[in-house]
Structure formats: structure tokens, C-alpha cells
């Protein structure tokens, strides 16, 4: 088998096994900075998969900088999400970019009542044109919560493609990972969404 | 004004339907037997459901009794589904026991240890106005597990300091094996002498493991599955079980009732009633 077709069947098994196993699901770093554009002015976004539902909002300071906010809804575990990130492009090629986020992400868990709040931040890679990019990242928080032992290290690979045909853009981005907390065993995560998007392009 | 109130109204009626369910009645299962789906938080966010077989009456509702009574904090087996456990959590409910069967991500306990703490919690602390509020006494809680529900019943049992543990055909992780020599609380390791997944040998080498007051019961003629509802899967691998399902169901509930009558009340782990179980090799330490 060629190296070309073992990483497609494994980034594709990636994807659908996060897919199968979104029960586990959850998402600590925001899906408009994992699919982020910076060739446009605005973009307005709904992604949802197996595990959540969202909506968000982009906006491009410069070249080379976005911001990004989202707010999500756990369908199962039945808990609110709210992310910020602010993006860099550190450096572009005709095919290839490299970018980090950092931002923050806010949780509201009823029933018993607990709140969440945490930094995280993130490095990824992007192939290919803005018509079809391949995204690979890796992310990494921390999360603090008002109840109970409260810290959680969520650490994450993103894998994913994007892309856009005029001012639609899409993203079927997927994340696998664990989350850390000290002193307790590592809990697998993993999820996908289908993301799409509204881009402005110009003022 | 308005706006705060309407705000109010709008995160009350979130908490309201967001928040886990809490049921004060159950479906009844049998005569006296009800089952209940709760869920509650592990891990910060996760919901995770237990389902909760107890004594009842008629209605569903928890049977009228003076006090808290003992509980059992079931985990299931790899792969295998907490349904096929429920003969199980009959016989003990029925014997008194409150149990609760927490869910995980395909049915892999090992990945989610947090979730039978969490339904430990839940018997300990049972949500006010629930069918379990006051319902478990806390001090009174078992762990108990199959196969690799064993090693995850184990770990809890440890983290969440329980009153007794239970290894149904399964043997203790080598992560745990120095904290369960200093454990104190009396345990047993229950196995079927034909057992082809957790061989008599492993059993016998975790239970020797265990710290006095012990137990190593082995039931002859039981297998793996046995210890669920149905022994398809030994079939069907050519393990081939001597005892008819019934048979076995009945010698497993039958240990485990003596068991954890006994050592729930604080009465070691009643030798002499294990002894008393037909087909059975009883090693008491």
C-alpha cells in the first residue's frame, strides 16, 4: 500500500471513528478558529454533529489576524459552550500555512449548577488552496471549574478539510484526544461536526 | 423590569429541562422490584445515566422501610451492556439492595472509571425528593463488577473508600494491587471453575491478592457469560458451560446475596453461609 493511501485511510478512519464515537464527545477550542479564513472580511457559521450544535462569528482584523466567537450546545450531556480566539497566520506559502490560536472557553453545566472557564491554545498546519485545505492541529487548555476537584487538561488532534466556493465555505473537521486531570485516569474525547459557512469577502 | 424577570424565567426553565432527571418513581419490573433511569454529572459536563433497581411497592415507589438501607454500585463487563446485568440487580434488589448500573461510552467502563463514582455519589447522596433521597445509607455502599467491570469496580471501590467489593470473574489491575493490600474492607472474588476468558488460574492469583476478611468462591460448572443473561457467547466459542443459565444464575445470586448481607452490616463476610452454596470451593481468609 502506498504512504499516500495509508494516510488517507487513516485520516479517514480518523474522522469516522470520531464520528461512531461522539458519545464521548466534546470540544474545547472553538471550530471557526480550526477552520479560520483570512481572505475574508466576516463569516457567519452553523456546524453541528453527533455530539453538539452551534452557531458562530468571524471577523478578520488584518492579512495575518481574525477573531472568532461561538456558542455551542451539547446535545447529550445537555451544556452550553461559549468560545473566543483570536488566530495568527505566522507564515503562508502558495500551498501551505501555518497559524495559532488562542482564546478561551466558557461552560454553563446545569443541574447541579457548575461553571467552567479556561484558556487554551492551538498550532495547525493548512494544505492545499482556499477552494480545499487539508487543516492538521494540535490544541491544548486548561479548563477550571467552580465544583469539585475542578482542573482539566484537554488535549487535542485536529484533523480536517475545509473549504469554499464563493462565499460558502464548509469544514468537516473532526478532534480526538483526552482529557488530563490530575491525579485521575485520562478520559478519551472525540468529535466531529460538519460546519458551514457565509464568508464577506471585501469590505 | 420585565427584561430580568423574563431573563430569570427563561434560565428556570433551562435548569428545569436541562437538568438530570430525578425520577420519584420507577417501572416496575417484577413484584417488588422497580427500575429507574437517573443521570448526573462526572468529569465536570459528562451526563451520565445509572439506571437504579430497588425494592418497591406496587406503585413503583420505593418500598416503605424504616431506614436507609445497604447499596450496590454495579459496573458492567467489556462490551457487554448493563442490560444483561439487570437478573442480577433483580436478585438484589429483591434481597433489599438499592442498585445502581452506571452507563459508559461502548459499554468500556475502563475508559469512563469516572462514572461509577459518580453513581456511588448518587446512592450516597440520592437527589432531594427522588425515589433515593435517604433511600442508601451512605456507609452501607458495595462495589461490584464483571470482568473488566471487576478491575473498574475495584479502582472506585478504591477512590471512593466503599464498604465491600466484588470481582465477578475478574482479577485485580497490577495499578491497584499495593493499595488493595492495604484496603481493609471484606471482598469477594466470585468464579466459575470453566470460565475461558478470566481463567481459574487469573481469579485465583487476584483473588490471593485481596487483604483478609476475603473470600475466593469458585462455582463448578459456571463460565464466563454465565454471569449475564445468556452464555451465547461461550457457546459459541466452544466453552462449553455444565450447569444450565438458571442454575448458575441461582448459585451467583445466592453468593452474592450472602455476601453482601454479611458484609454490608459490618459481619465480615459470612463464611458459613458461603459454605453453605451448593457446588461451590469456599476459601475464606
Known amino acids: ?203 | 423590569m420585565g427584561l430580568e424577570r423574563g431573563g430569570c424565567l427563561v434560565l428556570l426553565w433551562l435548569g428545569a429541562a436541562c437538568a438530570p432527571a430525578a425520577p420519584v418513581r420507577g417501572e416496575l419490573l417484577s413484584p417488588g422490584v422497580a427500575q429507574a433511569t437517573f443521570e448526573t454529572r462526572a468529569r465536570h459536563t459528562d451526563l451520565v445515566r445509572v439506571q437504579v433497581l430497588f425494592p418497591a411497592d406496587d406503585s413503583g415507589r420505593p418500598a416503605v422501610a424504616g431506614t436507609a438501607g445497604p447499596g450496590v454500585v454495579f459496573i458492567q463487563g467489556g462490551a457487554v451492556p448493563v442490560a444483561r446485568y439487570r437478573w442480577q440487580a433483580e436478585v438484589l434488589a429483591r434481597a433489599g439492595f438499592t442498585v445502581a448500573m452506571p452507563e459508559h461510552a461502548l459499554n468500556l467502563a475502563f475508559f469512563e472509571i469516572e462514572n461509577g463514582l459518580a453513581a456511588l455519589e448518587l446512592l450516597r447522596s440520592g437527589p432531594k425528593g427522588s425515589l433515593l433521597d435517604g433511600r442508601v445509607d451512605p456507609d452501607s455502599i458495595a462495589l461490584a463488577g464483571h470482568s473488566l467491570g471487576g478491575v473498574v469496580a475495584a479502582k472506585v471501590a478504591l477512590a471512593g473508600d466503599a464498604a465491600a467489593l466484588v470481582l465477578e470473574a475478574s482479577y485485580p489491575d497490577g495499578a491497584d494491587v499495593q493499595r488493595l493490600s492495604r484496603w481493609e474492607r471484606p471482598s469477594l472474588s466470585l468464579a466459575g471453575r470453566l470460565d475461558c476468558s478470566a481463567k481459574l488460574e487469573q481469579t485465583s492469583e487476584g483473588a490471593a491478592l485481596l487483604r483478609s476478611p476475603t473470600a475466593f468462591v469458585v462455582l463448578d460448572g459456571v463460565t464466563h457469560y454465565q454471569f449475564t443473561d445468556s452464555q451465547r457467547e461461550d457457546v459459541e466459542r466452544g466453552c462449553l458451560p455444565e450447569l444450565p443459565l438458571e442454575e448458575a444464575h441461582a448459585r451467583v445470586g445466592q453468593a452474592l446475596v450472602t455476601f453482601l448481607s454479611a458484609s454490608l452490616r459490618g459481619e465480615g463476610v459470612d463464611a458459613e453461609g458461603l459454605d453453605a452454596l451448593p457446588g461451590a470451593e469456599v476459601t475464606v481468609r
Open chain 1, 1 to 203: 500500500m502506498s504512504a499516500r493511501r495509508w494516510v488517507w485511510g487513516w485520516a479517514v478512519s480518523v474522522v469516522l471513528g470520531s464520528l461512531g464515537w461522539a458519545s464521548a464527545a466534546r470540544a474545547e477550542t472553538g471550530w471557526l478558529a480550526s477552520s479560520v479564513r483570512f481572505d475574508v472580511t466576516q463569516r457567519y457559521a452553523l456546524f453541528g454533529g453527533p455530539g453538539s450544535v452551534g452557531a458562530g462569528l468571524q471577523w478578520t482584523a488584518s492579512a495575518r489576524r481574525a477573531f472568532a466567537v461561538e456558542a455551542a450546545w451539547n446535545l447529550r450531556s445537555r451544556f452550553a459552550e461559549l468560545r473566543g480566539d483570536h488566530a495568527w497566520q505566522l507564515a503562508r506559502g502558495s500551498w501551505a500555512a501555518l497559524r495559532a490560536e488562542g482564546g478561551a472557553s466558557l461552560y454553563a453545566v446545569p443541574g447541579p449548577w457548575d461553571v467552567g472557564l479556561g484558556p487554551h491554545v492551538g498550532l495547525a498546519l493548512q494544505l492545499g488552496r482556499p477552494w480545499l485545505n487539508a487543516q492538521l492541529g494540535l490544541q491544548s487548555g486548561v479548563d477550571l471549574f467552580a465544583r469539585g476537584p475542578g482542573l482539566r487538561l484537554p488535549q487535542r488532534l485536529l484533523l480536517g478539510l475545509t473549504g469554499a466556493v464563493g462565499p460558502l465555505g464548509w469544514g468537516l473537521l473532526a478532534r480526538v484526544g483526552a482529557d488530563l486531570e490530575p491525579g485521575r485516569a485520562f478520559v478519551a474525547r472525540a468529535e466531529a461536526v460538519l460546519l458551514l459557512s457565509w464568508d464577506r469577502i471585501g469590505g
